[in-house]
């Protein structure tokens, strides 16, 4: 008996021995094939995302262009006007709109459709009243720039361009939300469409704004303006007209109950984000105080627009993140918002690395699309290497951010910004730029070493820690609030 047992137990060795290997292949094919469904799932918002993004600020990117060969100062004040006034508003709008990405991104992982048009329309009457209440910072640009110390040359122009720049203004209060509600539910190609739409009718106005009516610098400004209402307008037509019949209902006097609650989850969204979009504006407002401060300005305006260029992919993949964790734990999966998460990540940060390549390999030549000023180009030249670093960090960043929104930190997440951008950075870059006198390489790197790379990693931290069941459970609780709020 015990030599059949011998022989017995050998044999099933034997078997377990042969089965081993086809079963690490199949768990390697299991694992693949996740990968792929997962990548596919991704890149369905990621793909017409970039293609968005990289389309609307192209707009920025061609307006600066047409600013630049205007002459140094118009460059200079367009950009402190696009990256400061403008970019401080666009920055608290974009964030208050991404409470969307939580409630509409959770609501559709749970079948609940019906929401999305409640949310976007109580989105709209948050961000209008916001547009209201920020509009001084329009009206006032060139006093406040003057008592920022930057050059009165400077802060009068962008004075004028600002009062240009108000139509745009009221364009994100209306834009964001929509962007959201389509993303959501999955229909990103036609942002898509609108943003390529937009980008043709900017190149077209753009030529004969500054080049045919020669309306200078006030004339490149109008241009964004005209070309950011044709987006808003070919969004609006596709979700109230038809387009989304599941989503969109009509307007309906439930977009004003349950306000208060909206506004607040907006508000922490919106400090969430706009902490991250106002500490680069502050860094050019920082930029203005040196000497010299035109060239200084110029040359970080233009590694600004580089680096924002390639923020858009980034960028995407924080909307493509924040859509497929929120969608999974909307419907109760928080594996599946893990590994979202790691897969979103992980490619994320590849594409990052084949940009920090091409900078570090075509340094000298980045600048020349904005201007052919040789004191700028050399500027230019100094910074890439922190221009290499800041885009490799941020291809990690704000696809991190992306879970929190996803899963609704927002509220704790600002409270982390605050602490790394405000706390470490700026202090670390003034520190590095005046007291050590490296000049706007120190206020540069002071700023992204001190501040993003301590905020990136903080956020990885609890990413890890997370337990992604009971942030499921979270979210089936604020699912079921927010549709008895509805009702």
Known sequence: MRGKEGGEEESESRVTLLESPRSAEEDGGELRERVWVETKKLWKIVAPAIFTRLTTYSTLVITQAFAGHLGDLELAAMSIVYS???????????????????????????????????????????????CLLLLPTYLFTTPVLKFLGQPDDIAELSGVISLWAIPLHFAFCLSFPLQRFLQCQLKNH??????????????LVSWLFVEGLKLGVTGTISTVCVSWWVNVLILLAYSVCGGCPLTWTGFSSEAVTGLWEFVKLSASSGVMLCLENWYYRILIVMTG????????????????????????????????????????????????????????????????????VIIMLFHNQIAWIFTSSESVLMAVNKLTILLAFTILLNSVQPVLSGVAIGSGWQSYVAYINLGCYYCIGIPLGLLMGWVFNFGVMGIWAGMIFGGTAV?????????IRCDWEKEAQKANVRVNKWSNVVK
């Open 84 to 130: 400061v006034v403008v970019g401080f508003n666009f920055g608290l709008f974009l964030g208050m709109a991404s409470a969307l990405e939580t409630l509409c991104g959770q609501a559709f992982g749970a079948k609940k459709y019906h929401m999305l048009g409640v949310y976007m329309q109580r989105s709209w009457i948050v961000l209008f009243f916001g």
């Open 190 to 203: 036609v942002p898509a469409f609108a943003a390529a739409v937009a980008l043709v009718v900017h190149l």
């Open 289 to 356: 105080n040196l000497e010299n401060a035109r060239i200084a300005v110029d040359s970080l305006s233009i590694c600004m627009s580089i680096n924002g260029w390639e923020m858009m992919i980034p960028l995407a993949f924080f909307a493509g993140t924040g859509v497929r964790v929120a969608n999974e734990l909307g419907a109760g999966n928080g594996k599946g918002a893990r590994f979202a998460t790691i897969i979103s990540v992980t490619q994320s940060l590849i594409i990052g690395l084949v940009f920090w």
């Open 455 to 463: 905020q990136t990693i903080i956020l990885g931290f609890i990413t």
